[in-house]
């Protein structure tokens, strides 16, 4: 691949990803502002995604043997801790993986059992 053609990709999926982000304020405004239904579901649907990623994370936890889950349960925790004081769900979300990265690594729970 020549490099004008990688530099023409990457600036179309920076325009489309940019176009994509602002489309939504152009078109909802003080004016006209966003209707009811897509207020409500912009409120519900990131908690949806939220439970959804919770359920895909645990789905291949083997609780039957050792750490017996811990590494999963922790994290969870930690992340729901983490938002409930702080509020700041990037924060809680890095620090959660980064904790479960670490119990990983580390095998530390397994070691206990």
């Known amino acids: 691949m020549?490099?004008?053609?990688?530099?023409?990709a990457l600036l179309i999926a920076a325009a489309t990803t940019?176009?994509?982000?602002?489309f939504p304020f152009l078109i909802f405004n003080a004016k006209h502002p966003a209707p009811?239904?897509?207020?409500?579901?912009?409120r519900v649907l990131s908690l949806g995604v939220v439970g959804m990623l919770i359920v895909y994370g645990?789905?291949?936890?083997?609780f039957n043997a050792p750490p017996y889950g811990l590494n999963e349960i922790l994290a969870i925790v930690?992340?729901?801790l983490l938002q409930w004081y702080l509020k700041i769900f990037v924060l809680s979300v890095l620090a959660?993986?980064?904790?479960?990265?670490?119990?990983?690594q580390s095998k530390v729970l397994v070691g206990i059992f």
């Not at 009811?36 to 912009?42: C, D, E, I």
């Not at 645990?58 to 083997?62: A, F, G, M, R």
């Not at 959660?96 to 990983?104: D, F, H, K, P, T």
């Open 36 to 42: 009811k239904v897509l207020t409500y579901l912009g």
């Open 18 to 22: 940019y176009a994509i982000r602002v």
């Open 96 to 104: 959660g993986s980064a904790i479960y990265m670490w119990l990983v």
């Open 78 to 80: 930690s992340v729901a």
């Open 2 to 8: 020549s490099d004008s053609y990688v530099v023409s």
């Open 58 to 62: 645990i789905k291949d936890t083997s």
